[in-house]
């Protein structure tokens, strides 16, 4: 099966500019995170979908970030304005359902850098 | 102090020597991931456990939920294992709270 895939695998934006990521789950995934690592820190979770429906968004670190999942498929992350700390590389994740049987798999990141 | 503590951060090791990458949490869990991060950025996720230990291939992960403590380790150790090797916890919402990483290199 493919896996999950994230695009674009890098970006480049200057302040103030508005980029969006997306990630594509594995096919039948319903379960859906985003984490981030930014420069010199641990990977934080950001939040969750279940099928189109947030789950839980507590990781989210501010308004500036708008997740979506129309129609339970793929999603995006918009990031609007971005600021210079917002720079780190932005993972998606998938799972078949929430139980600990159905293991996380992981796209490559998106390598976010803002200037 | 953060939850999830690694040691080593960092670890060089020869060809062929049996690496051990340890972890320890202070939150309770519902099961801890490994996850191989390489060069390239991906992750990989290698092991997810909630006691106990697994075995896959060179690969051993082990748990001990009262002692909140896990190891993983490596047996006929490879180049081709460097990465960086990452230790995460979840609660019951699924939440991940990862460690810092530790960043193993295996010379020839």
């Known amino acids: 099966e493919a896996g999950v895939t994230q695009f674009p695998s890098h970006s480049v934006i200057e302040k103030g500019q508005t980029v969006t990521l997306r990630c594509d789950p594995i096919?039948?995934?319903?379960?859906l995170y985003w984490y981030r690592r930014v420069m010199g820190k641990e990977i934080k979770f950001l939040l969750h979908?279940?099928?189109?429906?947030?789950?839980?968004e507590s990781g989210m670190p501010n308004n500036r970030f708008l997740a979506e999942r129309t129609g339970g498929t793929y999603s995006t992350l918009k990031v609007q304005p971005a600021e210079l700390e917002d720079s780190g590389v932005y993972f998606c994740?998938?799972?078949?359902?929430?139980?600990?049987?159905?293991?996380?798999?992981f796209g490559n990141g998106t390598r976010l850098t803002v200037t | 102090k953060n939850e999830v503590e690694q040691s080593p951060q960092n670890l060089t090791a020869q060809e062929g020597e049996f690496i051990t990458i340890n972890c320890s949490y202070s939150?309770?869990?519902?099961?801890l991931h490994w996850l191989q991060q390489h060069p390239g950025g991906g992750i990989v996720s290698l092991f997810m456990?909630?006691?106990?230990?697994k075995k896959h291939g060179r690969l051993i992960a082990t748990i001990n939920i009262q002692e909140k403590h896990s190891s993983l380790h490596i047996t006929a150790s490879h180049p081709r294992d460097s990465a960086v090797y990452i230790c995460?916890?979840?609660?019951?919402?699924?939440?991940?709270?990862w460690g810092a990483g530790t960043k193993l290199i295996i010379k020839p």
């Open positions: 939150v309770g869990i519902s099961a």
């Open positions: 979908f279940v099928k189109e429906s947030k789950q839980d």
């Open positions: 994740a998938s799972s078949r359902d929430r139980s600990y049987n159905s293991p996380l798999h």
């Open positions: 456990l909630s006691s106990g230990k």
């Open positions: 096919s039948g995934h319903d379960n």
């Open positions: 995460a916890v979840g609660d019951s919402n699924y939440q991940l709270i």
